[in-house]
């Protein structure tokens, strides 16, 4: 069932329950803290505010963006995961070029570029000595290519750190599951990786783990990997199945609200703790087992901790639904705008944005996608690049000796406020140069020193009083906040709660681009719809296209509300002081037959039930979540859909929407049949669509379209074959399939 999916990420919690921790010097301050019998919930908490990142998490922390490339096999053969018995002859780049990966990352303002070495399906991007399964025996370069050696000289050349994805579940590899054989195997292809290639800074290890060829498990020896990555690079940090770095708890780039780098670990092994305390409490320890629960730190959560440990979040999210390229998707690259909201849901919420950018068959990275990140760039620096609080007074309502309040201001991030023992909350008074107008702030805290703030309020004074204009829980690395655009000449910060004496090394105010409003955004209409489109800032005025196209400086300038007669994709963007300001928003609108009623011949589930009938035909689309109202859910069964338009009309497309989601038992329909019938009684065939259903990871909506000659009809009929039940390969494989289905729609 939807409510408890069987995937990948359950093995990775399962994997963090168990996984142990290697061996640090036991002194303070550390990343990590011992609990000592009788300590109250007071001194544990003072305790967590002084835990700190490891130097190696420090620098990983400071890098804030950086990329995920995922190429490979799955590139060629348009699949997320393989099967581990594919040709190496079908890895074939046309024209790979690793300095252009490096400098789209760089240009986007990414630090490092972690490459998927192996993926699941055992595939080798470097020659290794201990597989026949890599490029080498692929027809790229005459097989005397090296993917990961022109990754890293591209790296090299252009400043950018390099980080590699092993994964530890290997589909073709005989020994898999022969746990020490493949142990070792796995350590030597690790060896190869951080002895030949330069220097290495994040280590990312996977959580997926299944059968290997054999139809054997393995038993990871994770210390042992560890040991390999502590002698041959030990500032890499280990990530996900690892020590350092922990997975946020999801793939879609929305990291928590309230995000604590330190967390509690809970010894399975006390008495061994308690026996060696401060000298190796590491052993026989693991970290929570729930890692996409709300909240992993707070007061709560920490209170009956034996120790605690910092590990922090890593965001990892695709630019495209899946990990992979597939040339199908290359419309559905997320949108400068889409960007920027993950940006500040990730960096701005105390954690690190890993981006995935798929490189596709040529082995370069696509325009769509270039275009993408070159669009949510330009809205960072627009809004990034002036930081509103240059020459600002601050008054701290205390501060310690040597960190007063204009070290948040100051633009070293040496220097930090903080106050006096024993203080725990205090106000910031910002005076700025002038009046300003701001809409986006950023505070950091210096997390050298721990993560101590726990809520904290921005107020902004208008001439007769405070006015709160946002407010927080955590800040942590960074945060970034967004509020409607006040004009005023001085904020205050508000610290109400802090675990112990709070600090601020970076505090900004700045103005982001005008954003554009499309009213209604998007859906359908039946002979013609008023579109109003507005912006947010004042003396921005909106130009915007029709048909696709970016809009320019010559497009139609918006005045009054667009009368759309026909089915359009709106974009439109601000301009100021005769410059295009802003990212273009974009809305598509469909011109169709309303719908006057819609039966099923089977019932939809009430779980997944949307508007009822309704939600077929209210015009509007679904998104990726499948718990948005605009889906409706079969279990099990077929959806049979008749829709009445009331009266005869002449069609000529029929369309119905629906979402895959594998990972939750979604799959599209494996065929799609369209009936028409004057009478309701004798239906008419007008076409069918078969889709066979692969093993996919990939997260997509997908429209059935079936364009038909004029016909004049007043019913239609959509029936979308379920598959019924989960294929063989599925983890859940034989429980009942889920059947989603959004709109209909007749043009
Ligand atoms: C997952 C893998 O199964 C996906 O294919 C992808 O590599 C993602 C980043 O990690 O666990």
């Known amino acids: 069932?939807?409510?408890?999916?069987?995937?990948?990420?359950?093995?990775?919690?399962?994997?963090?329950?168990?996984?142990?921790?290697?061996?640090?010097?036991?002194?303070?301050?550390?990343?990590?803290?011992?609990?000592?019998?009788?300590?109250?919930?007071?001194?544990?908490?003072?305790?967590?505010?002084?835990?700190?990142?490891?130097?190696?998490?420090?620098?990983?922390?400071?890098?804030?963006?950086?990329?995920?490339?995922?190429?490979?096999?799955?590139?060629?053969?348009?699949?997320?995961?393989?099967?581990?018995?594919?040709?190496?002859?079908?890895?074939?780049?046309?024209?790979?070029?690793?300095?252009?990966?490096?400098?789209?990352?760089?240009?986007?303002?990414?630090?490092?570029?972690?490459?998927?070495?192996?993926?699941?399906?055992?595939?080798?991007?470097?020659?290794?000595?201990?597989?026949?399964?890599?490029?080498?025996?692929?027809?790229?370069?005459?097989?005397?290519?090296?993917?990961?050696?022109?990754?890293?000289?591209?790296?090299?050349?252009?400043?950018?750190?390099?980080?590699?994805?092993?994964?530890?579940?290997?589909?073709?590899?005989?020994?898999?599951?022969?746990?020490?054989?493949?142990?070792?195997?796995?350590?030597?292809?690790?060896?190869?990786?951080?002895?030949?290639?330069?220097?290495?800074?994040?280590?990312?290890?996977?959580?997926?783990?299944?059968?290997?060829?054999?139809?054997?498990?393995?038993?990871?020896?994770?210390?042992?990997?560890?040991?390999?990555?502590?002698?041959?690079?030990?500032?890499?940090?280990?990530?996900?199945?690892?020590?350092?770095?922990?997975?946020?708890?999801?793939?879609?780039?929305?990291?928590?609200?309230?995000?604590?780098?330190?967390?509690?670990?809970?010894?399975?092994?006390?008495?061994?703790?308690?026996?060696?305390?401060?000298?190796?409490?590491?052993?026989?320890?693991?970290?929570?087992?729930?890692?996409?629960?709300?909240?992993?730190?707070?007061?709560?959560?920490?209170?009956?901790?034996?120790?605690?440990?910092?590990?922090?979040?890593?965001?990892?999210?695709?630019?495209?639904?899946?990990?992979?390229?597939?040339?199908?998707?290359?419309?559905?690259?997320?949108?400068?705008?889409?960007?920027?909201?993950?940006?500040?849901?990730?960096v701005g919420r105390n954690s690190v944005l890993l981006l995935n950018i798929p490189p596709d068959k040529r082995g370069r990275i696509s325009g769509n996608d270039i275009k993408a990140l070159k669009g949510l760039r330009k809205t960072l620096d627009q809004t990034f690049s002036t930081n509103l609080t240059t020459g600002a007074r601050v008054i701290a309502s205390n501060e310690r000796l040597g960190h007063s309040g204009a070290s948040s201001v100051d633009r070293d991030a040496k220097n930090y406020w903080t106050t006096e023992d024993g203080v725990e909350s205090a106000t910031l008074d910002i005076q700025l140069a002038r009046t300003l107008t701001f809409n986006r702030a950023l505070l950091q805290e210096n997390i050298t020193v721990g993560q101590r703030v726990e809520a904290f309020r921005l107020e902004a004074w208008t001439g007769k009083t405070w006015r709160e204009i946002a407010r927080g829980t955590t800040i942590g690395y960074k945060r970034l906040l967004r509020f409607p655009s006040m004009t005023a000449a001085k904020v205050r910060v508000v610290v109400e709660r802090s675990r112990t004496s709070p600090t601020l090394s970076a505090f900004g105010l700045f103005k982001a681009p005008p954003n554009v409003v499309i009213e209604p955004y998007g859906g359908s209409f039946e002979t013609e719809t008023r579109v109003r489109l507005s912006t947010d800032t004042k003396g921005a005025t909106v130009r915007y296209t029709l048909d696709g196209t970016d809009p320019t400086m010559r497009s139609a300038k918006y005045s009054t509300p667009i009368v759309l007669t026909r089915s359009a994709i709106l974009k439109a963007t601000a301009v100021i002081g005769g410059e295009l300001c802003a990212e273009p928003v974009v809305a598509r609108f469909i011109r169709c037959f309303s719908v006057k009623s819609a039966e099923f011949e089977k019932p939809f589930s009430p779980k997944y039930a949307g508007h009822g009938e309704a939600t077929i035909m209210n015009g509007k689309r679904a998104s990726l979540d499948l718990n948005d109202k605009e889906w409706l859910g079969f279990l099990g069964d077929d959806m049979i859909a008749t829709v009445d338009l009331g009266q005869a009309r002449t069609v000529s497309k029929i369309t119905a929407g629906f979402l895959q989601q594998q990972g939750s038992w979604i799959f599209l329909p494996s065929a799609v049949t369209f009936f028409v019938s004057e009478d309701k009684t004798n239906w008419r065939d007008v076409g069918a669509l078969k889709s066979p259903i692969e093993q996919t990871e990939r997260v997509l909506t997908k429209d059935f379209t079936c364009a038909v000659d004029k016909i004049k009809t007043r019913y239609i009929r959509v029936a979308a074959k379920n598959v019924g039940v989960c294929p063989s390969w599925h983890p859940s494989a034989g429980e009942k399939a889920w059947l989603f289905t959004d709109e209909i729609f007749v043009e």
């Open 1 to 346: 069932m939807i409510e408890n999916p069987t995937n990948k990420r359950c093995s990775l919690v399962f994997y963090l329950c168990v996984m142990f921790f290697p061996c640090v010097e036991a002194q303070q301050p550390s990343n990590y803290a011992i609990i000592k019998p009788g300590e109250s919930p007071e001194e544990i908490i003072h305790k967590a505010a002084t835990v700190i990142p490891s130097p190696r998490q420090l620098s990983w922390q400071q890098m804030e963006f950086i990329a995920f490339v995922h190429f490979g096999m799955n590139t060629f053969m348009d699949r997320e995961w393989g099967q581990g018995n594919e040709d190496p002859a079908v890895f074939n780049p046309t024209d790979l070029d690793a300095r252009q990966w490096v400098k789209v990352i760089k240009d986007a303002g990414m630090k490092m570029l972690i490459v998927t070495a192996k993926h699941h399906d055992g595939f080798c991007l470097w020659p290794s000595k201990y597989t026949d399964h890599n490029v080498k025996n692929s027809p790229w370069k005459g097989g005397k290519g090296d993917v990961v050696s022109e990754v890293a000289q591209a790296c090299r050349e252009a400043g950018i750190k390099l980080g590699v994805y092993l994964s530890p579940w290997d589909r073709h590899e005989k020994s898999y599951g022969d746990s020490p054989t493949y142990n070792e195997h796995f350590r030597n292809q690790l060896r190869e990786l951080l002895s030949n290639y330069g220097d290495i800074a994040e280590v990312w290890f996977d959580g997926a783990c299944g059968e290997g060829p054999n139809g054997k498990r393995q038993e990871y020896d994770w210390q042992s990997y560890y040991k390999v990555i502590r002698e041959l690079q030990p500032q890499a940090v280990i990530a996900i199945m690892g020590p350092d770095i922990r997975w946020v708890g999801t793939e879609s780039g929305y990291g928590r609200e309230t995000e604590w780098s330190v967390l509690p670990r809970v010894s399975q092994n006390l008495d061994a703790i308690a026996a060696s305390s401060q000298q190796d409490p590491i052993a026989g320890a693991y970290v929570p087992g729930d890692l996409m629960g709300d909240d992993l730190g707070s007061r709560d959560k920490i209170k009956t901790a034996k120790s605690l440990v910092w590990y922090p979040a890593e965001t990892d999210v695709s630019i495209r639904p899946g990990w992979f390229y597939h040339e199908g998707q290359d419309d559905l690259v997320k949108t400068p705008g889409k960007l920027v909201d993950i940006y500040y849901s990730s």
